[in-house]
């Protein structure tokens, strides 16, 4: 099977995506697959998010997770904040270490630490993280946590599912990142030195119930390990970014994790584009097969007014997303310059249901925002 996939030109166009627009339009790009499939240009008189109200359930929609306030030793207890059947996307918060295990047997377990520091226990040995620091715990993995600075971090679930690396094509396995910048666990000598026959207790997660294992020992109690299933750590410092002075490329091109219905891309700073005849901010799209959830980590977006680090915004497919009005009066201000943003993007080919923990912290006024 094969996508009907020919280039037609209709009125005035540019040439080519995202560079030289007629004057005084706005483009538009409509696609299939997110960003992976076949896609059309659109150039508008009038920008695609120029509306004037909005009624039903395609709202944009912003949250504030730092007015979660909550103080979790427990991941389960952790609020829930979007969901579907493929995902489950949490904010945790943890002052103290951990006295006990968690098991998710549901899927892999993605952590983006946003704030603290401190070391990771599991089946495999023992880890340091910090913030910005990406974990990837395999499913049924067990682990815990002490806390050496105050930990807020955010939680995503692949459910009845696994994260993998993208497919980097043409630009080869080192790019973004060398999989060898991943780190794993170690048995060392603090792993070793937290073995007891001290009771534990680990709570497990399947179906979405749980269930507690009580040990009359520390089950962390390995001695060694090989083969190919392991946790792995990376910051986003590590992700050297794919870029193009003369070209705005999509948010594709930042993909750090997949998953069979969802990606995870990282914003990380880059410089803008310089050519006078690209776009240098995002383009407006129609990204109608995913739902956008990002998480804004550190920095100034410069695509987004009145968003700052800890809070999230969600973007329905089956509207039009796009930068606000000030990013683009300040667009040719840019050339030149760097980026100054770190952001967590979640897109998911199924529609992300928010919480009620999640609406009890939402912006209501954020769909106002681009008037």
Known sequence: MAWINFPKVEGLASRQAHVDLPANTYERELGKEGFY???????????????KTIEGTLTPRAFDTKKLALLEDDLWKARLLFSNANIQIRFMTLQNDMEHLLRNADGDELIFVHQGAGELFCDYGHLSFSEGDYMLLPRGTQWRMTVNEAVSMLLIEATNDSFKLPDKGLVGNQ????????????????FMAQQNDAEWRVLVKKR????????PFNPLD?????GTLMPVRLNWRDIRPLMSHRYHL???AHTTFVSSRFVVCTFVPRPFETDPTALNIPFFHSNDDYD??????AGQFFSRDHIYPGMMTLHPGGIPHGPHPKALQNADKKRGTMTDEVAVMIDTRDTLEASKHA?????????DSWK
């Open 222 to 226: 390995a001695v060694g390990w090989h």
């Open 175 to 190: 790019a973004i990142f060398d999989p060898a910048i991943l780190d794993v666990p170690k048995i060392d000598d603090a």
């Open 37 to 51: 499939g076949p896609s059309t240009q659109m150039y508008h008189r009038h920008p695609p998010t120029g509306w």
């Open 359 to 367: 609406e009890q912290v939402e912006w209501p006024d954020y769909v």
């Open 292 to 297: 956008e959830l990002i998480f804004y980590h």
């Open 208 to 215: 979405n119930c749980l269930s507690t294992i009580t040990y």
């Open 250 to 252: 999509p948010p594709s």
